[in-house]
């Protein structure tokens, strides 16, 4: 929970840094974004097409808005299948090795956010 309010809450936070927030976001091992979405510069029959394409969020949305996205997505649509990649707890399922951890670390949102911005 602290995570969760840590990252959605400090808008004041170091800026992210674009290319390892790419990295991150076609990542299959850590962000998994493709899984759901298609990104600009990933084939698209390794893009998922459950969530909306993000080319273009970076126009649609504000930084802090994407951030939002990805800490409380709840907000936008209480079914939603897309899962906070800040909060802790409250997960079905998990892995013992990963109980009690965020999907992502708040750099790695940082990150991710920053490079969501670049797509426009
Ligand atoms: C399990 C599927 C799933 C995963 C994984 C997922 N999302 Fe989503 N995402 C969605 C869905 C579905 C929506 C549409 C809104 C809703 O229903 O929540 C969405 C909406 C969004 C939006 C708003 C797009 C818009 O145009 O309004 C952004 C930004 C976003 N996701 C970013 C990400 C990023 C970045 C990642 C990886 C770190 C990610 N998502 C991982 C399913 C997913």
Redesign the pocket.
């Known amino acids: 929970m602290v995570v969760m309010v840590l990252a959605s809450s400090l808008p004041a936070r170091a800026a992210g840094d674009a290319e390892r927030?790419r990295a991150?976001?076609e990542s299959r091992t850590?962000?998994?974004?493709?899984?759901?979405?298609a990104?600009p510069g990933v084939p698209a029959v390794q893009a998922?097409t459950?969530?909306?394409?993000?080319a273009?969020?970076g126009a649609?949305?504000s930084a802090d808005?994407?951030r939002a996205?990805?800490t409380t997505?709840?907000r936008?649509?209480p079914?939603?299948?897309?899962?906070s990649?800040a909060r802790s707890d409250g997960f079905a399922r998990v892995a013992s090795a990963r109980r009690g951890q965020a999907?992502?670390q708040a750099q790695q949102?940082d990150d991710?956010?920053a490079?969501?911005a670049t797509l426009r």
Do not use: K, W
Request: one cysteine or more; hydrophobic letters at 50%.
């Open positions: 927030g991150i976001a850590q962000g998994l974004c493709v899984l759901c979405h990104l998922g459950i969530g909306p394409s993000l273009g969020v649609r949305l808005d994407l996205r990805l997505p709840e936008f649509n079914q939603t299948v897309m899962p990649y999907l992502l949102i991710v956010v490079y969501l």
